[in-house]
């Protein structure tokens, strides 16, 4: 479940986020990372006065928002950021080159994304639709696919979807409220990722009403996104399942109902998936306008190297580049030169997500908080960005960057009134200015901040003797092993090692493939990884999955750093409780300033922008949203080919 890549470590993504990534046209709501969406029709307040029916549930609508506040209207045609008329035919195709998930981007082997076995090829998200799916110029709103309406309950607690009659799986069977069902209580179930199963723990149930309706019910502590993750969820069909194991792997492709179907698997190399003309729902406002190419492929490296002179050649014909030094210095091949490929920035309007190496505090050498921020201040990013990554960045100090949720100078009286509960149950600089990572004198070893961090392993009882080891109070050297599964960003964990080393403590890093890679994560077998978490512009159910104490001791889960504090859950229920975009915000802030204080990784970069080049063969709507996430996905899904330039370039 983790997407690690490159210098900039892409993502750190839950499998909800990657399965309910369910064509090229559906956003991705569930934010890298992560159990996101939302889960209200309307505020409390404004839904009580529309009244509820004789059942108890309030009129039907067309589409779901956190706090009400959809852009469009139900009579909708399409969105506003896609051409109705453009044109189908050609292909998409992009390259991988990471870790996500159950999926091995760097390999597959299974065509199933949804359990922990195998691992699982890309773009399966393609083949499956949800009941209701998300547009990319709104941060949280969800419309109906597979569902036409939706109804809640005047409490909250139940939801009604009413399905579409025309609804169909690929086989020309219909989908059904029985399928919606089967999907929920087999994705709660120990035959799903564990992922799954931590994010759906308060859907209750699901029953059939009728066979075009289906009622998901909710615990009463439930977060306000839950709604929207089973909203969101890719509908199985119970009928194909009924012969075959769902927790098994296959290179079979399991049946779905999107807009894609699989339709060329090369093991470990390339996956392409054929557009489906005849789409049970191609005609609906949330479908116009999208899913414009014949076919999208997916092409494996498991070198970057490898991946960037391919598309050099031509091999796929869209990249999003990663690595400062690409993007710097080697886009000056013959094909940029003389135009045949463009290149350009795209302003990323969401959170930049949570990048680092976290330390596993599981682990005896990672215990005391004073150990983790000494190994923190091994990090001269001043020098490593101008060194490596040519200025690109931008150093990362918050678990919210590039959005209002930041930690920013001392506690306002709202984030006071949550945190005065918790004094004495957390570190006294909470109620101060939010602890950041300093700047340092770019030179690769600031003698002052190394001398900060040789005081504190002192106060943390570790004594350097004679041979220059540092000893932890029982005695044991000091080692720290940073685990990887390729030597993408070795240069810059290179410079960490050697200021540890400075300071008496033993660094390596350890290279193993990317199957090891993804047990020993799954099984918390690692003293240091990188990764990122990509969070929502309204964080929720997913901070459980991430920084939760339950999440802590779940094998798969995604809290890796093992975090297991009573006053992080408290502040994560704050924040789900939360009923307003400020409220939420405040929270977050809050919980920013605790989690900070812990001092659980080695901070690492942002950039607030995407860098992308592509072959000159498509045309496209207009700018990339802002808010839309992955500008692969929008450009997989929105894009078209321009023929006459696709065949001047021989395509």
């Given at each position: 479940?983790?997407?690690?890549?490159?210098?900039?470590?892409?993502?750190?993504e839950d499998?909800?986020?990657?399965a309910?990534?369910?064509?090229?046209?559906r956003r991705?709501?569930?934010?890298?990372?992560?159990?996101l969406?939302?889960?209200?029709?309307?505020?409390?307040?404004?839904?009580?006065?529309?009244?509820a029916?004789?059942?108890?549930?309030?009129?039907?609508s067309?589409?779901?928002?956190i706090?009400?506040?959809?852009?469009y209207?139900?009579?909708?045609?399409?969105?506003?950021?896609?051409?109705?008329?453009?044109p189908?035919?050609?292909?998409?195709?992009?390259q991988?080159?990471s870790?996500?998930?159950?999926q091995n981007?760097?390999?597959?082997?299974?065509?199933?994304?949804?359990?922990m076995?195998?691992?699982?090829?890309?773009?399966?998200?393609?083949?499956y639709?949800?009941l209701m799916?998300?547009?990319?110029?709104?941060?949280d709103?969800?419309?109906?696919?597979?569902a036409q309406?939706?109804?809640?309950?005047?409490?909250?607690?139940?939801?009604?979807?009413?399905l579409?009659?025309?609804?169909?799986?690929?086989?020309?069977?219909?989908?059904t409220?029985?399928?919606?069902?089967?999907t929920?209580?087999?994705?709660?179930s120990?035959?799903a990722?564990?992922?799954?199963?931590?994010?759906l723990?308060?859907?209750?149930?699901a029953e059939?009403?009728?066979?075009?309706?289906?009622?998901i019910?909710?615990?009463?502590?439930?977060?306000?996104?839950?709604?929207l993750?089973?909203?969101?969820?890719?509908?199985?069909?119970?009928?194909?399942?009924?012969t075959?194991?769902f927790?098994?792997?296959?290179?079979?492709?399991?049946?779905?109902?999107g807009?894609?179907?699989?339709?060329?698997?090369?093991v470990?190399r390339?996956?392409?998936f054929r557009?489906?003309?005849?789409?049970?729902?191609?005609?609906l406002?949330?479908s116009?306008?999208?899913?414009?190419?014949?076919?999208?492929?997916y092409?494996?490296?498991?070198d970057?190297?490898?991946?960037f002179?391919?598309?050099?050649?031509?091999t796929?014909t869209?990249?999003?580049?990663?690595?400062s030094?690409?993007?710097?210095?080697?886009?000056?091949?013959p094909a940029?030169?003389?135009g045949r490929v463009k290149?350009?920035?795209?302003?990323?309007?969401r959170?930049?997500?949570?990048?680092?190496?976290?330390?596993?505090?599981?682990r005896?050498?990672?215990?005391d908080?004073?150990?983790?921020?000494?190994?923190?201040l091994?990090?001269?990013?001043?020098?490593?960005?101008?060194?490596l990554m040519?200025?690109?960045?931008?150093?990362?100090?918050?678990?919210?960057?590039?959005?209002?949720?930041?930690?920013?100078?001392?506690?306002?009286?709202?984030?006071?009134?949550?945190?005065?509960?918790?004094?004495?149950?957390?570190?006294?600089e909470?109620?101060?200015e939010?602890?950041?990572p300093?700047?340092?004198?770019?030179s690769?070893?600031?003698?002052?901040?190394?001398?900060?961090?040789s005081?504190?392993?002192?106060?943390?009882?570790a004594?350097?003797?004679?041979?220059?080891?540092?000893?932890l109070?029982d005695g044991t050297k000091?080692?720290?092993?940073f685990?990887?599964?390729?030597?993408?960003?070795?240069r810059?964990t290179?410079?960490?090692?050697?200021n540890?080393?400075l300071?008496?403590?033993?660094?390596?890093?350890?290279?193993?493939?990317?199957?090891q890679?993804?047990k020993r994560?799954?099984?918390?077998?690692?003293d240091?990884l990188?990764?990122?978490?990509v969070?929502?512009?309204?964080p929720?159910e997913s901070l459980?999955a991430?920084?939760?104490?339950?999440?802590?001791?779940?094998?798969g889960?995604?809290?890796?750093?093992?975090?297991?504090?009573p006053?992080?859950d408290a502040?994560?229920e704050?924040?789900?409780?939360?009923?307003?975009?400020?409220?939420?915000?405040?929270a977050?802030?809050a919980?920013?300033?605790?989690?900070?204080?812990?001092r659980?990784?080695?901070?690492?970069?942002?950039?607030?922008?995407?860098?992308?080049?592509?072959?000159d063969?498509?045309?496209?709507?207009?700018?990339?949203?802002?808010?839309?996430?992955?500008?692969?996905?929008?450009?997989?899904a929105t894009w078209?080919?321009?023929?006459?330039?696709?065949?001047?370039?021989?395509?």
């Amino acid at each position: 479940m983790i997407r690690l890549n490159r210098e900039h470590r892409t993502v750190r993504e839950d499998p909800i986020e990657l399965a309910t990534r369910l064509s090229p046209s559906r956003r991705r709501l569930l934010s890298g990372a992560a159990l996101l969406g939302v889960s209200t029709l309307l505020p409390p307040e404004r839904a009580k006065a529309q009244g509820a029916d004789a059942t108890g549930f309030e009129p039907a609508s067309h589409g779901m928002s956190i706090f009400g506040d959809l852009k469009y209207p139900a009579d909708f045609k399409r969105f506003d950021y896609v051409r109705p008329d453009a044109p189908k035919g050609g292909e998409f195709s992009t390259q991988i080159t990471s870790l996500s998930g159950n999926q091995n981007f760097t390999t597959y082997d299974t065509l199933n994304i949804f359990s922990m076995r195998g691992n699982g090829a890309a773009g399966m998200g393609l083949i499956y639709d949800s009941l209701m799916t998300g547009s990319l110029d709104e941060p949280d709103s969800l419309y109906g696919l597979v569902a036409q309406s939706v109804r809640r309950s005047t409490d909250g607690l139940r939801y009604r979807f009413k399905l579409r009659p025309q609804a169909r799986f690929h086989d020309g069977s219909p989908l059904t409220a029985a399928d919606v069902v089967f999907t929920l209580e087999t994705l709660k179930s120990n035959k799903a990722h564990a992922g799954y199963r931590i994010a759906l723990e308060r859907v209750l149930g699901a029953e059939a009403i009728a066979p075009d309706e289906v009622e998901i019910r909710f615990a009463p502590n439930r977060s306000r996104e839950l709604p929207l993750v089973a909203a969101s969820l890719p509908i199985f069909s119970k009928a194909y399942y009924a012969t075959r194991d769902f927790d098994s792997g296959t290179l079979e492709s399991p049946l779905g109902s999107g807009g894609y179907k699989v339709d060329r698997v090369d093991v470990g190399r390339s996956i392409s998936f054929r557009r489906v003309a005849d789409h049970w729902a191609k005609d609906l406002p949330v479908s116009i306008g999208q899913g414009n190419f014949e076919t999208i492929r997916y092409e494996y490296f498991r070198d970057r190297e490898a991946a960037f002179q391919a598309f050099t050649a031509g091999t796929f014909t869209f990249r999003e580049e990663f690595t400062s030094l690409i993007w710097a210095t080697r886009y000056d091949f013959p094909a940029m030169k003389d135009g045949r490929v463009k290149r350009e920035t795209a302003v990323d309007g969401r959170p930049s997500g949570t990048q680092g190496w976290f330390m596993n505090t599981r682990r005896p050498q990672f215990r005391d908080p004073r150990v983790r921020e000494a190994m923190a201040l091994a990090l001269d990013f001043e020098w490593v960005n101008r060194n490596l990554m040519f200025g690109l960045r931008k150093r990362t100090a918050s678990y919210f960057e590039n959005s209002p949720m930041k930690a920013e100078g001392k506690p306002s009286p709202a984030e006071l009134a949550l945190l005065e509960p918790l004094r004495g149950k957390v570190p006294d600089e909470v109620f101060g200015e939010p602890w950041s990572p300093p700047e340092s004198d770019g030179s690769g070893q600031d003698r002052n901040i190394l001398r900060r961090a040789s005081q504190l392993l002192n106060a943390a009882g570790a004594r350097r003797g004679p041979d220059n080891v540092l000893r932890l109070p029982d005695g044991t050297k000091m080692e720290v092993e940073f685990l990887e599964f390729d030597n993408a960003i070795s240069r810059h964990t290179e410079s960490i090692i050697k200021n540890l080393r400075l300071l008496g403590i033993e660094g390596a890093i350890r290279v193993v493939d990317p199957s090891q890679f993804q047990k020993r994560q799954q099984e918390f077998d690692f003293d240091i990884l990188s990764a990122r978490f990509v969070m929502s512009m309204a964080p929720g159910e997913s901070l459980r999955a991430l920084f939760g104490s339950q999440a802590a001791k779940t094998p798969g889960s995604r809290n890796l750093a093992g975090i297991a504090d009573p006053a992080v859950d408290a502040l994560i229920e704050a924040i789900i409780a939360a009923r307003t975009r400020e409220e939420i915000t405040i929270a977050a802030r809050a919980l920013d300033r605790v989690l900070r204080a812990g001092r659980y990784w080695i901070p690492a970069w942002h950039t607030g922008e995407h860098f992308l080049a592509f072959w000159d063969m498509f045309e496209r709507p207009g700018p990339i949203p802002p808010l839309a996430g992955s500008p692969t996905s929008v450009a997989m899904a929105t894009w078209w080919r321009d023929a006459s330039r696709a065949q001047r370039l021989g395509r």
